[in-house]
């Protein structure tokens, strides 16, 4: 199976409480990241758990949190607490 694939499916869960603890965390630790997800995510909407993906970037062993749904595209909008400290679409 390539790593493409592989990279698709999800790594673990974490709870609601988890998710928007983590991922208001990494808002207030990064400078830029708040206008950015209001710029490109909307918020979510209300469940229980949520996936989390192992992030993509090469040699980042950072995990990806969901923070939104995607403003323009029909994705989940997700950020890595790694150090690439990117976000992606899911």
Do not use: I
Request: with cysteine; aromatic share 10%; glycine share 6%.
């Amino acid at each position: 199976m390539s790593s493409n694939v592989s990279q698709s499916y999800p790594y673990s869960s974490e709870t609601e409480a988890e998710r928007a603890g983590r991922v208001a965390t990494l808002v207030s630790e990064r400078d830029g990241l708040a206008a950015k997800l209001a710029a490109e995510a909307t918020p979510l909407d209300a469940n229980d758990r949520w996936w989390v993906w192992k992030c993509p970037t090469q040699g980042c062993a950072g995990f990806l949190h969901t923070a939104g749904y995607a403003a323009e595209k029909h994705a989940l909008y997700v950020v890595c607490d790694g150090t690439c400290a990117k976000t992606f679409l899911r």
